[in-house]
Nanobody
Framework: QVQLVESGGGSVQAGGSLRLSCAAS????????MAWFRQALRKEREFVAA????????YYTDSVKGRFTISRDRAKNTVSLQMNSLKPEDTAVYYC??????????????WGQGTQVTVSS
């Protein structure tokens, strides 16, 4: 069972930055594709960004392109989401997800508990 633990959430003013991190318990983490999703209050969970196991391919939802960057550190078993130019509409609980397929299959098997990001105007 893969355990994912997110950190780095918090409150920031619009235009600010935050960096989320996700630590994985599984030593085979390096073979997993990883992703970030988010869920705002009273809304469905939505995809934010993903990165393949090699780190060679990344995917972003249109609303965060140019502002968010997903990356991974294979040595530390972590995946990060650098969020710049934050907007109030980025406010949500952010979840880390892991996909054993290695490529991004849009069907992750494992989820973290989430970390709150609040952006004030």
């Amino acid at each position: 069972q893969v355990q994912l633990v997110e950190s780095g959430g918090g409150s920031v003013q619009a235009g600010g930055s935050l960096r989320l991190s996700c630590a994985a318990s599984e030593r085979t983490f390096s073979s997993y594709a990883m992703a970030w999703f988010r869920q705002a209050l009273r809304k469905e969970r939505e995809f934010v960004a993903a990165i393949t196991s090699s780190g060679g391919n990344t995917y972003y939802t249109d609303s965060v392109k140019g502002r968010f960057t997903i990356s991974r550190d294979r040595a530390k078993n972590t995946v990060s989401l650098q969020m710049n130019s934050l907007k109030p509409e980025d406010t949500a609980v952010y979840y880390c997800a892991a996909d054993p397929a290695g490529y991004w299959s849009w069907s992750p098997d494992y989820w973290g508990q989430g970390t709150q990001v609040t952006v004030s105007s």
